[in-house]
């Protein structure tokens, strides 16, 4: 990504005399024309990068211009450490790896032991459970075209199981929710779009790059997730207790003597919630309101013809 790379950039400068713009564009797999936008972010975040010509030219930060290790305790260092394996969990990136190992060397000595048991007190794990639903080799191919500007191109599989080729311009990788998704200008529809990743499949680099557009608030473009909530009523069985407190953190519950749960709280109209409370099966009953009710009772019935009596 493209911070970690601007990262890498700044230590690899300060701790080399001088770097051609090719060797950083061969080291990081982007293109040479990246690498000098990346230079012009540097030298307009105020970190001086002079470029010279000749046998022994290239990239190089003045002597006179330092980070003062001051700037990050050993402390700072281990947190962004422990932070940054969490999310190399989810991602798989060499360019974080490379990153983190930086990060380390920057550390005093002493502290290079200390940080292995740190990361047994402060763990960042980001990963979902169970396997990762996105290919890595998609996520590559994606980060890529988002980090270099270029056209994407691939096979898309809407919610509805519609399969579409689709050529876009990628602005934003997001990840949200323990999944991988894609911010892009779909030429196909002319406009924005929320692409998941792990829908995605036959994704290239496409001819051609393209210039940002102006996409707004992102999280605008989840707010189709969020539908009108109602209140609900729900009883449960004291078998799963733990499970409803853990799953309804911000219900009312009321425990009665006979060990029932009897939870209030505010949930959405949506099918999934159907699904997740059927998962309780019969430890869980539906009070109010009385459509959830009868939509629970047609599932059961359907379930019931599919089984057989």
């Known amino acids: 990504m493209k911070i970690e790379r601007l990262l890498a950039i700044i230590v690899l400068l300060l701790n080399r005399r001088r770097i051609t713009a090719k060797e950083l564009a061969e080291r990081f797999e982007v293109s040479i024309r990246t690498i000098y936008r990346d230079i012009a972010s540097l030298n307009g975040a105020g970190i001086p990068i002079i470029s010279s010509q ?38 798989g990136h060499k360019d974080l790896q490379r990153i983190i190992e930086m990060l380390v060397s920057l550390l005093p ?48 599989n809407d919610a509805s199981g519609r399969s579409t080729s689709r050529t876009v311009e990628p602005h934003t990788l997001i990840y949200k929710g323990y999944a991988w998704y894609l911010l892009a200008y779909c030429r196909l529809r002319s406009d924005f779009r929320i692409f998941r990743l792990s829908r995605i499949s036959a994704s290239r680099l496409a001819d051609g790059s393209f210039l940002r557009r102006d996409s707004g608030d992102i999280h605008r473009f989840f707010q189709f997730d969020c539908l009108p909530s109602q209140p609900v009523i729900l009883r449960f069985s004291p078998t799963v207790r733990t499970k409803v407190e853990d799953s309804f953190p911000g219900a009312e519950l009321m425990y009665g003597e006979d060990g029932f749960i ?48």
Do not use: C
């Not at 305790?73 to 991602?91: F, K, Y």
């Not at 940080?115 to 996520?139: C, K, M, Y």
């Not at 599932?299 to 009596?309: Q, S």
């Open 54 to 91: 000749g046998h022994e030219g290239g990239l190089a930060i003045p002597e006179s211009f330092k980070l003062s290790r001051q700037l990050l305790t050993p402390r700072d260092l281990e947190s962004m450490i422990s932070t940054l394996q969490g999310v190399n969990q989810a991602m």
């Open 109 to 156: 000595k002493d502290d290079e032991v200390r940080i292995s048991s740190r990361h047994r007190s402060f763990v960042v794990d980001l990963t979902p459970w169970g396997p990762a639903e996105t290919p890595n080799q998609t996520l590559q191919v994606v980060q890529r075209a988002v980090d270099d500007a270029r056209l994407l191109s691939f096979s898309y």
């Open 262 to 309: 009897t939870a209030r709280l505010e949930l959405p109209d949506d099918p999934w919630i159907f699904a997740f409370i059927l998962g309780f099966g019969a430890d869980a009953e539906i009070l109010a309101p009385a459509s959830w009710r009868q939509a629970v009772k047609e599932n059961l019935a359907g379930m019931k013809n599919l089984y057989g009596t």
